[in-house]
């Protein structure tokens, strides 16, 4: 497996391929749900990349940039075994010079929800794909579905700008007992471990309400499970369209529910769709942890 770490070195490897190359951005800390990424990627492409990023400018001042982890050897190991051909790990200052004077917004999507609560958030996750596309030209870009906002943030730049690559979606990868896999599980206690798949199970409630017959009203059934626990903060919990996340009266087959929470000093997010598919019901576990009847 090659290791690049400066942009010079990314367009030598990359110069000795022929297409059809696929990427994986991550900011390592890597876990099961960058394994199904990576996996998805060396299924379709015939190179695999991916980078380990930190990326400074989607953090806001008060975020846990300095905290973020950064276990780099292990997840060099981590790429290697999951049959990644090149890693690139560029420093803060390859990808942003001192005189880097650009920004890039995505106009209506970048200041709803996550970015109403995290200014400048997709600001500067479109900015860093949109570099790492320009220095990696991937054919092929796999995202998570788990931060729902960011991947049509990042859908909306590719078409905007004409951007060559195709944008694969990859469905949220869960615990056994609903949560959803992210990095920043870890600062969880175990207190709060146990209590956070309450958060899957207040969406599942509201999926299964949609079920029943119920399209108004949904975010009530969502938000109930949750507000009887005091340690949940809600930040929101909505039903919203699943392109452009305008919040919905009634919600349709084709609706996403979407919702942000603290716990402790962790914030949470996830999201599914309204009506899952058939399958994705009956994987999932029912409603886990401590949800009133
Ligand atoms: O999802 C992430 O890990 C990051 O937002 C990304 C896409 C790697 C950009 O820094």
Redo the contacts with the bound molecule.
């Keep these: 497996m090659q290791i690049c770490r400066t942009i010079a070195d990314m367009h030598q490897w990359r110069a000795g391929c022929a297409c059809n190359v696929g990427f994986v ?3 390592g800390a890597l876990h099961a749900g960058h394994q199904s990424l990576l996996e998805c990627m060396r299924a379709e492409c015939t190179r695999a990349v991916a ?1 380990i ?1 930190v ?1 400074p400018k ?1 953090f806001g001042p008060s975020e846990d940039l300095e905290h973020y982890p950064r276990p780099l050897e292990s997840d060099l190991a981590f790429c290697e075994a999951a049959g990644v051909d090149c890693v690139f790990v560029p420093g803060a200052t390859e990808i942003y010079p001192a005189d880097l004077s650009t920004i890039v917004g995505v106009q209506g999507l970048d200041s709803i929800w996550e970015g109403a609560a995290r200014p400048d958030h997709f600001a ?2 479109a900015l ?2 949109l570099k ?1 596309f320009n220095v990696i030209q991937p054919q092929r870009a796999y ?2 579905e788990k ?1 729902f906002q ?1 991947l049509l943030v ?1 859908q909306r730049m590719v078409a905007d700008l004409n951007l060559p690559v195709k944008v694969v979606r990859c469905p949220t990868v869960r615990e056994s007992d609903g949560l959803a896999l992210s990095s920043r599980n870890a600062y969880l206690t175990p207190g709060e471990r146990q209590l956070a798949p309450l958060l899957y199970s207040a969406i599942r409630r509201v999926q299964e309400a949609f079920a029943a017959g119920k399209t108004k009203n949904l975010v009530a059934v969502g938000r109930a499970v949750l507000e009887a626990r005091p340690e949940f903060a809600v930040d929101y919990f909505a039903v919203v369209g699943s392109d452009r996340l305008q919040p919905l009266q009634h919600g349709t087959a084709d609706s996403r529910i979407i919702a942000a929470v603290r716990l402790g000093s962790t914030r949470l997010i996830d999201n599914a769709p309204l009506a899952p598919p058939a399958t994705a019901q009956t994987q999932t576990p029912p409603s886990a942890v401590g949800v009133p009847s």
């Design positions: 951005p991550t900011m980078s990023f990326n989607q500067g996750v860093v794909v790492l995202f998570g931060d960011q990042i």
